[in-house]
């Protein structure tokens, strides 16, 4: 159901350039930083096990399934600190990237851990025995444990929606998972004893494990504990056109926080921040708003977004942010802002924050709705056309009689009726439903705009 | 495409701990 609501709240970041920090290294280069530091925790600590004494060398595949093993281990352990919203982490990939990378390395992670195992029975088939959890002794009893846990949790994790898990509890069992999987293949591994004989190495891999689990514990206890004590208070519920609601929240005896148009927060509502989750949500308002306010424009999707109007004023939330690695291009290139239904909202940040500045920059918005009367914003956008260098393209699924613009979905055509060529030297910002990313993806391939020049991320996360 | 971008990282990342891992158990039975 969640799932539903964020994968409509995209937004596209620009990736080369974050408005308010110049001093930041170029996202290219920490892309190349964090993954080599991942790359390096990794397998650092495998090869660490060269190190030293080491005890006399087995066949080249048993050394092989034990090597993967480590890694594997590794690898589950470093999950904790992707999710771990390291905003340093995240800001040069974008939380999709970061979430998908979170997902598919899982898998990677899966298949070591399962291939150990697999090539030690190969090895020895007599070592099949092993899979008897009641009769093996109590150093493969973890291994099965850790690599069950493990199953379990992808396979939770890839048929929640199939499955009927509710997102709350599939992410309070996700967690409990994890921490089951790695403790208990640290112990398969201590009890085996033959690398972790050595006592600094054995300290080392105690160490590394401690130190995942601190990461989840700060996750979800000190960094709660701070957003505790930076509460927003909702100040105002203003229904807005398309069955969509703004909250407006204002900070609680602290100046919140800046942040850039595009980016998004994790809100709790209901309940305080130790919540296992919170609900991402792109801001709306502008990002030059002095006093800390900020807006979150939150259209009904079902679940939790039903209930938006019911929020009483005064209501105590929190907000976990600012994320997302999105910001207003390169100011000599025009702006093509392309939105679908609510993915609405961080163009409106965007827009709203260059009528704030003054920015008279030359922007399109390509605005894709269901009908007239469900266009979010429709009569602010009609106001600040007059006051920005805007075009406000509006294409209607179902247009009333008489209706002389846009029809159906948007597409090449259509962006190329509206658009000055050169097309691929305008920057495209894409923020909709996934069906409509995808053909728009499609379009700007037909329209041979490169890849580096147009910017989504998609908040599809489980 | 940003998918796309996530799904070579990994594929790469996977290979990496493959070849290293096949690395370390050259070293262990060749020295």
Redesign the interface.
Same mark, same amino acid.
């Given at each position: 159901m969640w799932a539903m609501r964020i994968s409509e709240a995209e937004f596209h970041p620009s990736e080369s350039r974050l408005e308010g920090h110049p001093s930041m290294l170029p996202y290219v280069a920490r892309r190349a930083v964090w /993954?080599t530091a991942? #790359?390096v925790l !990794? /397998?650092a600590p +495998?090869?660490a #096990? /060269?190190l030293g004494d080491?005890p006399p =060398? %087995?066949?080249?595949?048993t050394?092989?399934s034990s =090597? @993967?093993a480590y =890694?594997g281990l590794m690898?589950m352990g470093l999950q904790f600190g992707l999710t771990a919203r390291f905003r340093y982490v995240t800001e040069p990939?974008?939380e999709? !990237? @970061?979430y998908?990378?979170h997902r #598919? #390395?899982s898998? +990677?992670a899966l298949?070591?851990v399962i291939a150990h195992p697999i090539i030690l029975f190969a090895i020895d088939p007599a070592r099949l025995r092993l899979l008897n959890f009641f009769q093996a002794p109590p150093v493969a009893r973890w291994a099965a444990l850790s690599t069950y846990s493990l199953i379990a949790l992808v396979a939770m994790s890839l048929w929640r929606v199939r499955l009927r898990i509710r997102y709350e509890i599939w992410h309070s069992t996700h967690i409990l998972l994890a921490v089951v999987a790695i403790i208990a293949g640290m112990i398969h591994m201590i009890g085996w004893g033959f690398y972790l004989v050595d006592l600094r190495k054995r300290a080392l891999w105690i160490g590394l494990s401690i130190f995942w689990i601190c990461l989840l514990l700060y996750v979800r206890i000190v960094k709660p504990l701070f957003i505790l004590r930076r509460p927003y208070a909702v100040t105002e519920v203003r229904k807005e056109l398309g069955d969509s609601w703004t909250l407006v929240m204002q900070p609680h005896r602290h100046s919140g926080f800046r942040f850039t148009p595009g980016q998004f927060g994790w809100l709790t509502i209901w309940g305080g921040p130790f919540q296992i989750t919170g609900h991402p949500f792109s801001f709306s308002s502008s990002a030059e708003v002095a006093d800390g306010r900020v807006e979150m424009t939150i259209r009904n999707l079902g679940d939790l977004t039903s209930k938006i109007h019911e929020v009483p004023i005064g209501r105590r939330v929190y907000i976990d942010g600012p994320y997302g690695a999105f910001t207003i291009g390169n100011p000599a290139d025009m702006h093509v802002l392309i939105a679908g239904g609510v993915g609405i909202t961080p163009m409106m940040s965007m827009i709203r924050t260059l009528a704030d500045r003054g920015d008279k920059r030359p922007v399109v918005l390509i605005y894709g709705s269901g009908d007239w009367e469900s266009i979010t914003f429709r009569e602010e956008l009609k106001a600040l056309e007059k006051r920005l260098d805007l075009e406000v393209v509006h294409v209607l699924l179902s247009p009333p009689a008489g209706w002389e613009g846009e029809k159906g979905f948007i597409d090449a055509e259509v962006m190329m009726r509206h658009l000055p060529p050169p097309y691929r030297d305008h920057e495209y910002f894409i923020c909709g439903p996934n069906p409509m990313m995808d053909a728009i993806?499609k379009a700007l391939g037909e329209m041979h705009v490169p /890849?580096a020049k147009y910017h989504?991320? %998609?908040y599809s996360f489980v | 495409m940003r998918r796309l971008l996530a799904e070579r990282l990994v594929l790469a990342t996977g290979l990496i701990v493959i070849l290293m891992s096949a690395l370390f158990a050259y070293l262990r039975v060749s020295t």
């Open positions: /993954l991942y #790359l !990794v /397998l +495998v090869l #096990l /060269l080491v =060398a %087995r066949g080249f595949w050394e092989f =090597a @993967i =890694a690898m990939w974008g999709d !990237v @970061i998908h990378f #598919l #390395l898998l +990677v298949g070591l993806e /890849l989504s991320e %998609r | -």
